[in-house]
């Protein structure tokens, strides 16, 4: 295939040796791009990928000289082959991590009463999120919030229990050959970040960049005086600033480029995915490739639903279940087991140790708090789907569910849909709206809509860019009556 201009413009910055940042619109082929560059030097490259199976492919896609491997892997060649006999320890409850680590009792937060279970579990998130940064070390702010504890001043005293227990937690995960604290791969990454290791590349590309965890970009970065940095990726798809991660692109010191030819779909889909780039507030618009015939319409029998939330794509599971189809999620069923449990748990006069319902003595109380307090409006999708279909319904659905290959129907959220694509998709229905545009309710076209936040506009721009051939927006056609919309 020629070059775009777009892919010739990004070579030849590349041949100048300039530290670049591409960013790169959906379909519009970044690592197609990333091995032009790799195939027209000699010199010695290393391709960061996101994830495994991005690496895998790339392999075959890149030429020798690059080496492809995911930042886990080159921290475990490094420093995690250390760890092996702990990575392979048994799994064990968090309360006995936590009690192992001197966590024995239960404490009253406000009016609040956290139990030992409960802690263990903030405890072990606290370390977690640590990991993701490139702090030095665990202080308040890794400490998570915890439903009904969002005040600073509940905050600050629950940290002052958890920070210090944290700390003893790290320095156990230090010790290769045994500890309390079972040992996973983000802490061999996060020991390894800290020797702030030198790579032995004459160029990096570091792919999706717009969602690297600080962790990364820091191993990235400190690379600059002795390697040419390429980073590629799209602002508009960061979608997981809430568990951390940065858009490490917009500020990025050197020359920036852009890919707009999309080749995934055509002109009417790019004009829909631009009115989204719009309201995000992107640096970037797309152009649909005219011989790619995408439509924009309904979808009676769709390759796969795209949600807002977990709870959305389960109900959408029973719902094509009862239909007789057979169903996948993707990312599996895991999370939505351990909420279903959790609501079975109280519902039957239990606590649960689960980190978003821990503070709940019961099913009542969930549904009081989902139902009045605005900081719970996020629960009341559960809260429903628990009371419609009970929690059995929902942990038999899970129990049925079906690999993708051998699937009718794959749902998915639109978080772990980025990156994949289907022939045919439709939008669900559980995408927030802008307040004068919820059903039933009066609009007057001629008011300026609620803002329509950035991270819900970028989240839906990957919803509607994962079709080849037909996107039903179902739950985001609202917005061709929104007032000021672009094209």
């Known amino acids: 295939m020629k070059p775009t201009d777009e892919q010739t413009a990004a070579a030849d910055a590349f041949h100048a040796g300039e530290h670049l940042a591409l960013q790169a619109g959906a379909g519009t082929g970044k690592t197609t791009t990333l091995a032009l560059l790799a195939c027209t030097t000699k010199r010695r490259g290393r391709y960061l990928a996101y994830n495994r199976a991005i690496a895998h492919d790339a392999t075959a896609r890149f030429p020798r000289t690059v080496q492809c491997k995911t930042t886990h892997a080159l921290a475990y060649a490094a420093i995690g082959h250390r760890y092996t006999r702990r990575l392979n320890a048994p799994r064990r409850p968090a309360w006995q991590t936590g009690q192992a680590l001197g966590l024995t009792k239960a404490i009253r937060i406000g009016e609040r009463d956290l139990s030992q279970r409960a802690l263990s579990n903030a405890l072990l998130r606290t370390v977690t999120r640590f990991c993701h940064t ?57 020991i390894w970040a800290l020797t702030q290791p030198k790579l032995d590349a004459d160029y990096l590309l570091l792919d999706e960049a717009q969602d690297t965890d600080p962790v990364v970009e820091q191993i990235f970065l400190n690379q600059r005086d002795h390697a040419q940095l390429v980073m590629v990726g799209d602002s508009a798809q960061a979608i997981y600033h809430w568990r951390g991660a940065k858009d490490v692109m917009t500020g990025f010191n050197g020359t920036h480029l852009t890919l707009s030819q999309s080749f995934r779909f055509g002109p009417d889909l790019a004009e829909e995915a631009n009115r989204w780039l719009h ?104 809260v429903n789907l628990v009371d419609t279909h009970g ?53 007057d076209p001629a008011t300026a809509p609620e803002p329509i936040d950035d991270a819900e506009a970028r989240l839906a721009y990957v919803a509607v860019t994962r079709t080849r051939q037909r996107l039903d927006l179902g739950g985001l056609s609202w917005i061709h009556d929104t007032p000021g919309r672009a094209c």
């Open 134 to 190: 490139a702090d030095n070390q665990i202080t308040r702010h890794h400490v998570p919030k915890l439903r009904g504890l969002e005040d600073t001043d509940l905050h600050r005293e629950l940290a002052a229990h958890i920070v210090p227990i944290a700390r003893k937690a790290w320095s156990d995960l230090q010790n290769p050959d045994d500890g309390a604290v079972r040992f996973e791969h983000d802490h061999y990454l996060k």
């Open 279 to 382: 309201l995000a507030d992107a640096p970037i618009r797309l152009t649909g490739t005219p011989a790619v015939p995408t439509e924009i319409g309904p979808v009676t029998s769709p390759d796969a639903v795209l949600c807002r939330t977990n709870v959305g794509a389960m109900a959408h599971v029973m719902t094509h279940m009862a239909a007789g189809h057979q169903v996948a999620l993707t990312g599996g069923g895991d999370s939505l087991y351990a909420l279903a449990q959790a609501a079975r748990d109280l519902k039957e006069g239990r606590r649960t140790h689960h980190p978003e319902l821990t503070l709940f003595p019961s099913w009542g109380d969930l549904q009081d708090y989902a139902a009045h307090d605005p900081a719970g409006r996020d629960l009341q999708p559960l």
């Open 391 to 443: 929690t059995d319904a929902i942990l038999t659905a899970v129990a049925r569910l079906v690999p993708e290959q051998a699937a009718h129907i794959t749902t998915s959220t639109a978080h772990k849909a980025k990156g994949r694509e289907w022939p045919c998709v439709l939008i669900a229905d559980d995408f927030a709206r802008p307040k004068q545009h919820q059903p039933g309710e009066p609009s």
